[in-house]
T-cell receptor, first 113, second 106 residues
Framework: KAGVTQTPRYLIKTRGQQVTLSCSPI?????VSWYQQTPGQGLQFLFE???????NKGNFPGRFSGRQFSNSRSEMNVSTLELGDSALYLC????????????FGAGSRLTVL | GQQVMQIPQYQHVQEGEDFTTYCNSS?????IQWYKQRPGGHPVFLIQ?????EVKKQKRLTFQFGEAKKNSSLHITATQTTDVGTYFC??????FGAGTRLTVKP
């Protein structure tokens, strides 16, 4: 079966712009989690969605938001981009919410200039 | 910040040497997971430990969960170049440890 698909894979934005990233989970998976990965901070949890509801949220400012659709696809949005938002954004899906096995996508690499 | 503390941050070994990474939590965990991320890749699930004192093996990899369910370790016997990557532990809130980057010199 198809894996977790993230789009776009690469993108370049400038400070102050906003960006939307998309994640299509494995068919049948209803939970989607988002992580930010940077060399300095490692893998930081952003949020988790299950059945269109945000179930858990990490310690990120309100500029970071997300949502999940009825087909379990998820999007995350970052508004008013800052240089420090440059990172690899990873999406992971799991069958159920909580401490479940995560299957990651290849990630979306965002560069903010 | 990180829920689990993971050490060491880096480990350089000669091929054939053993490798161990450790994770410690200040709170009791219901379970712990381990993932491996190859350079340029994404994290891939290795194993989940649930029971106190649990030990699981996958070929040359041995995973342990402490009796108090506050610490865990991953041990690789006789490393190979294919073991290169960053190994992460993940707590039951799906928070990742800082990771241990393993490099293997042939």
């Amino acid at each position: 079966k198809a894996g977790v698909t993230q789009t776009p894979r690469y993108l370049i934005k400038t400070r102050g712009q906003q960006v939307t990233l998309s994640c299509s989970p494995i068919s049948g998976h209803r939970s989607v989690s988002w992580y930010q990965q940077t060399p300095g901070q490692g893998l930081q949890f952003l949020f988790e969605y299950f059945s269109e509801t945000q179930r858990n949220k990490g310690n990120f400012p309100g500029r970071f938001s997300g949502r999940q659709f009825s087909n379990s696809r998820s999007e995350m949005n970052v508004s008013t981009l800052e240089l420090g938002d440059s990172a690899l954004y990873l999406c992971a899906s799991s069958f159920v919410a909580g401490a479940n096995v995560l299957t990651f996508g290849a990630g979306s690499r965002l560069t903010v200039l | 910040g990180q829920q689990v503390m993971q050490i060491p941050q880096y480990q350089h070994v000669q091929e054939g040497e053993d490798f161990t990474t450790y994770c410690n939590s200040s709170t009791t965990l219901s379970n712990i997971q381990w993932y491996k991320q190859r350079p340029g890749g994404h994290p891939v699930f290795l194993i989940q430990l649930v029971k106190s004192g649990e030990v699981k093996k996958q070929k040359r990899l041995t995973f342990q969960f402490g009796e108090a369910k506050k610490n865990s370790s991953l041990h690789i016997t006789a490393t190979q170049t294919t073991d290169v990557g960053t190994y992460f532990c993940v707590d039951n809130d799906m928070r990742f440890g800082a990771g241990t980057r393993l490099t293997v010199k042939p």
